[in-house]
C-alpha cells in the first residue's frame, strides 16, 4: 500500500487546483470537493471515537456511523447535481433503517450505481483497513482483478515507481470500495484478465497526459490510469474524476467503466 500519501486533505487540494485549472470541469469537481469534504468528516469522526474502532461487521459498527448520515445527505441535497439531490431530501425524511439497509446490501455487494452507499462506506472501510480490521461479515473470491482487503472493484489504475527495478512504473489499482490499493500486472485488462497486447488500447489527449484510457477489446471494459511517473502531483482518484473527456471519448467508442466514479462517470 502506498504512504500516507492519499489523505483525505492532499485529495482535496488536488481536486480544487483542478477545478481552478480545468474550466471543463469546474462544476463536477467542485461538487467533488464538497464530497470529498464531507467524506473527510466522517474519516475525522470515526477516527476520534474514544475507545472505538470498527468490527468488521457493519451492522454492530453503523450505531456509531448513523451519526454521520445527515451530514452528507445534507451536503448533497445543496451541492449534487438534481437526481442526487431530490434522492438526498427523500433519505433525509427516511427512517435510519431505510439508509442503513442500503449500507448492508451495499457492503455485500457493492455497485457504482448505489453512490450514497459508496459514499458513506468508503471511509469506513478505508479507516477498517488502516486500523487493521477486515471485514469478517462478507465472503468474497480471491481474484487477482479485486481488492484482497475487500473484494471490491477497481476504480482506478495508476503507475508509480515502487522499486529501483522498474524505470517505467509498477501498476496498482485502487479498490472502489475500501480506497486501498493492490500491485497488478502491467498489461492486463483489469476486468477480464486479457493479456494479449492486440487486444488492450491505451488512449490518451494531450489534455492529460498522464492519464489514459486502459481498454480491452475482448471485454469491451475499460479503467483510466494515472501515470504518477509522468506527474508524481497527481491524485489518482480526483485525476481520474478530473479527465471526464476522456469517459466521453471512452463511451463513444462503446467501451463501458468497468467502475463509475462518485459523480458518476
Ligand atoms: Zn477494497
Ligand atoms: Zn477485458
Known amino acids: 500500500m502506498i504512504a500516507r500519501s492519499d489523505s483525505w ?30 467524506q473527510k468528516q466522517i474519516d475525522e469522526f470515526l477516527r476520534s471515537r474514544a475507545n472505538w474502532l470498527p468490527s468488521g461487521k457493519l451492522g454492530d459498527d453503523l450505531p456509531v456511523l448513523r451519526a454521520c448520515f445527515p451530514a452528507l445527505l445534507h451536503m448533497v441535497e445543496t451541492n449534487g447535481p438534481l437526481a442526487l439531490a431530490e434522492e438526498a431530501a427523500l433519505l433525509l425524511e427516511a427512517r435510519n433503517e431505510i439508509i ?8 455485500q455487494s457493492p455497485s457504482d450505481a448505489q453512490f450514497f452507499a459508496k459514499a458513506f462506506l468508503q471511509p469506513y ?20 482483478n479485486r481488492c484482497p482487503f475487500c473484494g471490491g472493484m477497481p476504480q482506478v489504475s495508476f503507475l508509480q515507481i515502487t522499486d529501483n527495478t522498474s524505470e517505467s512504473g509498477n501498476r496498482h489499482l ?82 463501458i467503466k468497468i467502475e463509475m466514479n462518485l459523480v458518476g462517470l
Open 125 to 144: 472501510a478505508r479507516w477498517l483497513a488502516d486500523s487493521g480490521g477486515r471485514p469478517i461479515d462478507k465472503s468474497f473470491d480471491n481474484k487477482e
Open 174 to 255: 485502487i479498490c472502489a470500495t475500501c480506497l486501498t490499493d493492490w500491485k497488478f500486472r502491467r498489461v492486463v485488462c483489469a476486468y477480464c484478465g486479457e493479456e494479449r497486447p492486440f487486444k488492450l488500447g491505451y488512449f490518451h489527449t494531450p489534455e492529460y497526459d498522464h492519464v489514459r484510457v486502459e481498454a480491452c477489446d475482448t471485454c469491451k471494459r475499460y479503467i483510466k490510469g494515472v501515470d504518477l511517473t509522468r506527474l508524481g502531483l497527481a491524485n489518482p482518484l480526483v485525476d481520474e474524476v478530473a479527465a471526464a473527456a476522456l469517459d466521453v471519448w471512452a463511451k463513444e467508442h462503446n467501451y
Open 9 to 38: 486533505d492532499i485529495r482535496i487540494h488536488r481536486a480544487k487546483e483542478l477545478a481552478r485549472k480545468i474550466p471543463a470541469t469546474q462544476e463536477i469537481l467542485r461538487f467533488y470537493v464538497k464530497l470529498l469534504e464531507s
Open 100 to 107: 442503513e439497509e442500503m449500507l448492508l446490501s451495499y457492503w
